[in-house]
């Protein structure tokens, strides 16, 4: 069967429209329509599917929310993206307590066995509790909408930005035929879909912009797709035996643990219907790179791209080993232009600011900050805060971020988000927080805090703090005290002397 499988449950691509079907026309009767959003926030499911596609029958954003979010992190998504309900799983509710604004509706989809297992997560907290609006019964219950809109506003992902707020990336109405051929062009040509035959293995979370397309496109082309509720290095090998699997999207940091693996584990699964691994979003050590093709083949693909701009480079395993750190040449219909801070192009090997755009790709805005879209253009390009150069071959290397954001992981966390909950803290003078390498994530986060008076804070409090205000991947890993922070003429931190002596020596710093 041809379908979406995770854990022991399968469905059909066909049923999973029929639901979003229905989900369309329920959403409708909720008042979801064009200029309002479906907020979906859940681990990886076939509901994340049915609402997301609901969203758009309905004429609708589809707005994927990080589930590690708490509180105001969501509350603030909500408002702003003006949604008017919100799909969650079971177990995420008390995170949402009292953070969910007048006017959305909630609907509770029971947490699913192999992500409760994956999780460690009680039954109870599992189960949809009593008096809310069950997903499944609310479903039941619903026709199929009449008039499914055919012109898509896809999902309005929420990235973060310069004012420490994440910012929604908002493209309008989509014509789902004018942009077809470059939907299938790029999927071709960054992760490797060029037929129907492909099993493919989804391992990172769907509310990231990438494994979302990636799964998106896969279950679009009625391709065998399978979710990995979490991913675990071992299960990742398991499930790849298992189905057969000959695609899958991952990031470096599961590199890492896949090479951490004992000889002997890694030996005992059978991988070789491996065709097509895709990785991007971090950094990868060009030593992982290696040590991933010498054993699974030349099967390692890399991209860069980002939420605003699609897809734009590529880079095979031959590239690779013959270019070590370059994130690949622009694919078709993609352009790169390299520009110093007076806005001049530079040659080959001029490190600048990168600018990119793909031809055909819809143009987009920030939700409610359209002059924020303004400052980031440059000759029909954009610029997402990426330094860099190109090499005489057209080859793209990344060299540093323009902007403070870091990846961790696969992941973008904004420091001014922490600091901003950081510095509420009793007892913090002040505060800077900032990227640094890591072995496994790529960068960490590191907080540098000036105390009120010394010896008054720990390392351990501070964590306390911030976990029951951020998001666990936002609370920092390396928590250093300062007398006094060194600053700028200005009085602003000099952010720079602190980050750099844990980048001296290493090859990039991002």
């Known amino acids: 069967m041809t379908g979406i499988y995770s854990g022991e449950r399968a469905r059909p691509h066909d049923e999973i429209n029929q639901n979003a079907l229905r989900a369309a ?10 200029d309002s959003g479906v907020a979906v926030m859940l681990r990886n499911d076939f509901t994340f599917f049915e609402a997301s596609r609901g969203a758009t029958f309905a004429g609708a954003y589809a707005v994927p929310i ?25 177990d995420l509710l008390p995170q949402v307590d009292g953070a969910v604004p007048d006017g959305v509706d909630v609907i509770v989809v029971e947490t699913p066995p192999e992500v409760a297992a994956a999780y460690g997560i009680p039954a109870e907290r599992a189960a949809v509790p009593a008096g809310a609006t069950d997903w499944d019964e609310w479903l039941a219950s619903l026709p199929p909408i009449a008039n499914p809109s055919m012109a898509s506003r896809g999902a309005m992902f929420y990235t973060s930005g310069t004012t420490g707020k994440p910012k929604g990336v908002k493209r309008g109405v989509i014509d789902i035929q004018q942009v077809m ?49 979490r991913f675990d290095a071992e299960d990742f090998l398991r499930q790849v035996e298992r189905h057969r699997i000959t695609h ?5 940091t599961m590199f890492v643990r896949l090479l951490a693996l004992p000889d002997a584990v890694r030996a ?24 991933m093709i010498e054993w699974l083949g030349p099967v390692i693909n890399e991209y860069f791209g980002g939420t605003e701009i699609g897809l734009i480079t590529t880079a095979n395993s031959d590239d690779a080993l013959r270019k070590p750190g370059t994130v690949g040449k622009a694919i078709t219909g993609a352009r790169i ?29 920030y939700h409610g900050l359209d002059e924020k879209r303004g400052e980031i253009g440059r000759d029909n390009l954009v610029c997402i805060g990426d330094i ?3 090499d005489e071959d057209g080859y793209l290397f990344l060299c540093d971020r323009k902007i403070e954001m870091v990846i961790s992981g696969g992941v973008n966390i904004y420091p001014a988000e922490v600091e901003a909950a950081l510095i509420t803290m009793p007892g913090v003078k002040d505060c800077a927080v900032f990227g640094i390498p890591d072995a496994e994530f790529g960068e960490t986060l590191c907080a540098y805090v000036e105390p009120e008076r010394e010896g008054a804070l720990d ?13 666990g991947y936002k609370v920092p890993r390396v928590i250093e005290f300062a007398a006094e922070l060194p600053r700028e003429d200005s009085g602003k931190i000099f952010k720079r002397k602190l980050r750099e002596p844990y980048w001296a020596g290493m090859e990039r710093r991002i």
């Open 25 to 34: 026309s329920g959403f409708q009767a909720m008042g979801v329509g064009p």
């Open 66 to 90: 990080n589930w590690h979010f708490k509180g105001e992190e969501v509350g603030y998504i909500l408002r702003d993206s003006q949604a008017r309900a919100l799909v969650i799983h079971a």
């Open 181 to 229: 051929g470059l939907m299938i062009r790029t999927a071709s040509e960054a992760w490797g879909f060029t037929g129907t035959h492909h099993r493919v293995l989804v391992t990172g979370p769907l509310y990231h912009s990438a494994p979302n397309g990636y799964a998106n496109a896969s279950a679009g082309m009625g391709s065998y797709t399978v979710l990995q509720p």
């Open 248 to 252: 899958a999207v991952m990031v470096p």
């Open 268 to 291: 005992r699964y059978d991988t070789s219907s491996l065709e097509w691994i895709t990785h991007g979003a971090a950094p990868c050590s060009p030593d992982v790179k290696r040590r």
């Open 337 to 365: 232009g390299i520009f110093d801070e007076a806005g001049k192009p530079l040659p080959p090997g001029g490190i600048g600011e990168v600018y990119v755009w793909m031809e055909g790709m819809p143009d987009f805005t």
């Open 388 to 390: 860099g150069y190109l």
């Open 459 to 471: 390392a351990g409090s501070i964590r306390a703090f911030l976990r029951d205000r951020l998001a």
